[in-house]
């Protein structure tokens, strides 16, 4: 076994502090990664803090994950040791079923789900319908940590040209925004809102720019407006101001092809409804909650849609790096030691950070040398 | 002037009454039509309770209209005096924006949106961003009456082999579930669930069946069980058993390739949403007000859809009838006379009628005579 060392929470409300646990060794297929970065993601927040009500603790988050191959397992062949790479939601899924097979892994629909890279599986063996674990585990232990073994198939290659802390992000805020814009067909020329202006939204709008789109930010903050034109935006909207943007777009027949809500939290959709073009979607990839409600007069009197999406695929996952590389654009980051995770979860909360906490993860060995 | 007959409310809780009220003749391009059946709508009912804060009074409810051409005006050459013609949802539109251009005129970006037949124009001048009011009245009066007025491109053509009373309430109920049903490409051998069992919901089974889809009614009357299997449906659910159902699905993986809710007000999406394929639709064509909170941790996991649809188009209303007769179905109607539409609402509303009233509007001589 492999003595690793990460950064847990133990309940829901408690800080996440230094923990030694074990990983497998890397068997056949795995690789085993020295984790150099993670990212810090809204979703870890509500994971440690229980908010989807299904937290095994202690619970080590981190999905955005930098690393080195170590180790490969018997028969791994994709990468060797020390090649970058990356591992982002997912460490592993049925492989079997319809969406596994089309290469659709995060909406794999085997009786966990997909393996989730920490507070996996996704689908617990007491929930799955027909009681089968067949992860053969309770839980997963994520990137707040120096060390994760990964099947090679979920494990994909950094480029050339990419900053790797910069890269880490992309593989969680990168691949939930760029999913959604490749298969509803955001394209150069299109009329794109984002609505949300954190970790995931600021990559939506580089995204959606570099697609060749016009972006239209909507933040409630206004000392972000300079940052979202910064990031690319053509126009920003405060969200207070969506009223009399509906009014002024409704004037001019100026409606957007596609807007994308990157809110990590319900909020009020229904000033965004009515700005979509006739047979346009609104894509929520923040909140995984119950929305607020949404008037449907406004959604049948131009056949709109609201739609869910979840993170990408492991292609998407390779493809949007990939794209990020060629096109140079890469996340806004803020690197930390670990040591300072929890007071940079509480700015995250605030939505105070510009716009992603990247964790160094060469600061954890302090903490091996205290334990 | 045409001295009409109808039977109208004159404001929210009154009883429809004979009201005699004054039509313009058909001028350039319309058609003089006798009415001879119009079905009862819920939205009708909705529309006379003022339940959408928009209802001008008095107000002649209406628009699943049978009837027969009287005059036609000049230059009107679609159709010959003596043919028998329907009027669904709109007697116009402002026939140069890009849907109406596209032949989508249910969707008018014009000013006012597309003149509905009765209590038009839909966009009230007050509240159309320009301040226009292109159809130059304040009020449509509908097809509780004698007589009617439209231009010759919002009429559509009777066919041959289809009972005239039946035919009336394919125009609203018909083609609001038929366009949907088009245009996300419901097709043979498609798993299709539809939710309430009333005047759109039967012609929904009828129609999905005759496409050749596998359909699912889902009913809170167990009393109506009977009735969907009569209709077409393969399998029917008690709503209150959806819980057990989603079980069932999720356990087989029989998921729908859509699903449409007919249901005229508020109802809980969420059961239904997990029943959805991966990238499945839930179109809402029942309630147009403000949606009960749709849970999006069910909408993201698999890509799926919530939509709404308004009607169909004139193109499209001429094709569900032409589809109606050649496949051989047909709302089932109960026929009443004007003077009984009082107490017919009244049931409409408790869901005790099998499955659309129809009005004979000979009744109205009654009422002629009386004044």
Request: charged share 20%; net charge positive.
């Given at each position: 076994m492999i003595d690793a060392i990460g950064y847990a929470a133990k309940h829901s409300f408690s800080r996440l502090k230094p923990l030694i646990f074990q990983r497998e060794p890397a068997g056949p297929g795995e690789l085993e990664i020295e984790i150099l970065y993670c990212g810090v993601c809204h979703s870890d927040i509500h994971q440690v803090k229980n908010e989807w009500s299904n937290t095994v603790y202690p619970c080590v988050p981190g999905h955005e994950i930098t690393g080195r191959v170590t180790r490969a397992g018997a028969?791994?062949?994709?990468f060797k040791v020390g090649d970058l790479v990356g591992v982002g939601?997912?460490?592993?899924?049925?492989?079997?079923?319809a969406s596994c097979q089309e290469g659709n892994e995060q909406y794999?629909?085997?009786?966990?789900?997909f393996l989730a890279?920490?507070?996996?599986?996704?689908?617990?063996a007491a929930q799955a319908t027909t009681g089968a674990?067949?992860?053969?585990?309770d839980n997963t232990y994520g990137g707040y940590s120096d060390v994760i073994v990964v099947r090679e198939e979920f494990v994909v290659r950094i480029p050339d040209g990419l900053d790797p802390a910069a890269a880490a992000p992309i593989q969680c805020a990168g691949v939930t925004t760029f999913s959604p814009m490749k298969h509803w067909g955001v394209k150069a020329g299109d009329k794109v809102g984002v609505i949300g202006l954190g970790g995931l939204g600021h990559m939506a709008v580089k995204l959606a720019r570099a697609l060749g789109a016009e972006v239209t930010a909507f933040t409630?903050?206004?000392?972000k407006e300079g940052a979202a034109v910064a990031l690319g935006a053509a126009h920003v909207e405060l969200e207070k101001d969506a009223k009399a943007q509906m009014e002024k777009m409704a004037a001019t027949g100026g409606r957007f092809d596609f807007i994308l809500s990157t809110v990590p939290e319900k909020h009020d959709l229904n000033p965004f409804m009515?700005?979509?073009?006739?047979?346009a979607t609104l894509v929520v990839v923040g909140a995984l909650e119950p929305l607020a409600p949404v008037n449907n007069q406004q959604v049948a009197f131009h056949r709109r849609s609201v739609a869910g999406s979840l993170i990408g695929s492991i292609a998407e996952q390779q493809e949007v790096l990939d794209f990020c590389a060629k096109h140079r654009i890469a996340p806004d980051i803020e690197i930390i030691p670990i040591q300072e995770v929890n007071a940079a979860m509480k700015k995250v909360e605030a939505g105070d950070v510009r716009f992603r906490y990247v964790i160094d993860?060469?600061?954890l060995k302090e903490d091996r040398e205290a334990v």
């Open positions: 028969g791994a062949t994709k939601c997912m460490i592993d899924s049925c492989r079997s079923c794999c629909e085997g009786p966990n789900s890279t920490y507070n996996g599986p996704m689908l617990p674990n067949m992860y053969g585990r409630t903050s206004a000392d009515v700005l979509l073009k006739r047979d993860m060469t600061s």
